[in-house]
């Protein structure tokens, strides 16, 4: 059974960072691209990184760019997304998501598997 866990969601401040990890089980890691997505309230579910299979390419939303880095840790079979200078509007349900030998575009009908999501709320 695959499973994938988030976690480091939480409360921040305007201006501030977190970083998400993910966890994988039940897969072969290094064969997949992994992908970050969040869902706001109200909203659809959004792309927001991507690092391929390889660990050789990653892929941001505009929205993120320069402010957050995808990275992945083969041996431990986790990923992360760091993000900083955090926006009122990065306010959403964080997701991390499994696409086999896929890309770092890959997108959220590409994935194969998914977390639960964890919470990222950010205050003024």
């Known amino acids: 059974q695959v499973l994938l866990v988030e976690s480091g969601g939480g409360l921040v401040q305007a201006g501030g960072s977190l970083r998400l990890s993910c966890t994988a089980s039940?897969?072969?890691?290094?064969?997949?691209?992994m992908g970050w997505f969040r869902q706001a309230p109200g909203k659809e579910r959004e792309f927001v990184a991507g690092?391929?299979?390889?660990?050789?390419?990653?892929y941001y939303a505009d929205s993120v760019k320069g402010r957050c880095t995808i990275s992945r840790d083969n041996a431990n079979s986790m990923w992360y997304l760091q993000m900083n200078n955090l926006k009122l509007e990065d306010t959403a349900t964080y997701y991390c998501?499994?696409?086999?030998?896929?890309?770092?575009?890959?997108?959220?009908?590409?994935?194969?598997?998914w977390g639960k999501g964890t919470l990222v709320t950010v205050s003024s």
């Open positions: 998501a499994a696409d086999f030998y896929g890309g770092s575009r890959s997108t959220s009908k590409d994935m194969d598997y």
């Open positions: 039940g897969l072969i890691f290094s064969n997949y691209a």
């Open positions: 690092i391929s299979w390889s660990g050789r390419t990653t």
